[in-house]
């Protein structure tokens, strides 16, 4: 029994383990992508839930992940990604759990139609920021944009807190300006397409 517990514990707290990560995101998928398609798919909520996904990007990332600094959870939630960037992180299974029965809820609620074909774009942009981060950190050369805009967060963790959109950075106060300066393109909230409107200034 007591061995059983511990593989749950691993298997649900886990951030490195990259085999979980598909197994539990390809259960989702499947699920939304059947609740979507039964309730009606409506392709303009599911672009809403994609576009959408970096706002609670940097909000999970600042406020949860960064803001349990001084506590015990940090760790297995994110300070083990701070210690071994290079290894593989993921989000962990359990916060899937804690999040996903919002949308069921919602969809008792609402429109399911709307709450299923946003859930599905929402899941997408979660999909895509997860292989994103793992791109980031096997970019060897550091070219990208946003490998560098993210790797500086690394390096100074207060600030540059979403790497898929650099806007709400810039909106909230935490835009590296030290490093890094903007236009009007990095203003849109338009994940990834918004860092042409990036550049890293040049250190005398």
């Known amino acids: 029994m007591e061995s059983l517990l511990k593989t749950a514990n691993h298997f649900m707290y886990t951030s490195s383990n990259t085999n979980s990560f598909h197994v539990n995101l390809y259960f ?3 699920l939304k992508t059947g609740l979507s398609l039964y309730y009606g798919f409506d392709i303009r909520y599911a672009i ?5 996904w970096s706002f609670w990007e940097y909000t999970y990332h600042r406020f949860i992940m ?3 600094k001084d506590t015990v959870y940090y760790y297995k939630l994110h300070g083990y990604h701070h210690e071994h960037p290079m290894r593989p992180s993921h989000i962990p299974i359990f916060q899937y759990i804690l999040v996903s029965p919002t949308f069921f809820v919602a969809a008792y609620y609402m429109n399911p139609s709307i709450v299923y074909s946003y859930a599905l774009g929402h899941l997408s942009g979660l999909y895509c920021f ?8 096997n970019d060897v050369k550091e070219e990208q944009m946003y490998t560098k805009y993210h790797l500086y967060h690394h390096r100074q963790s207060n600030t540059a807190f979403c ?6 950075d810039i909106l909230c106060g935490t835009f590296p ?9 990095a203003m849109l909230p338009i994940p990834y397409f918004s ?3 990036i550049k890293k200034k040049k250190i005398l």
Not at 130 to 137: A, G, Q, R
Not at 177 to 185: L, P
């Open 66 to 68: 960064h803001g349990l």
């Open 163 to 168: 790497f898929t959109t650099p806007c709400f």
């Open 177 to 185: 300006d030290k490093m890094f300066s903007y236009n009007f393109i």
């Open 28 to 30: 989702w998928l499947f």
């Open 48 to 52: 809403c839930g994609y576009l959408f």
């Open 195 to 197: 860092f042409y409107g």
């Open 130 to 137: 997860e292989k994103m981060h793992y791109f980031i950190h």
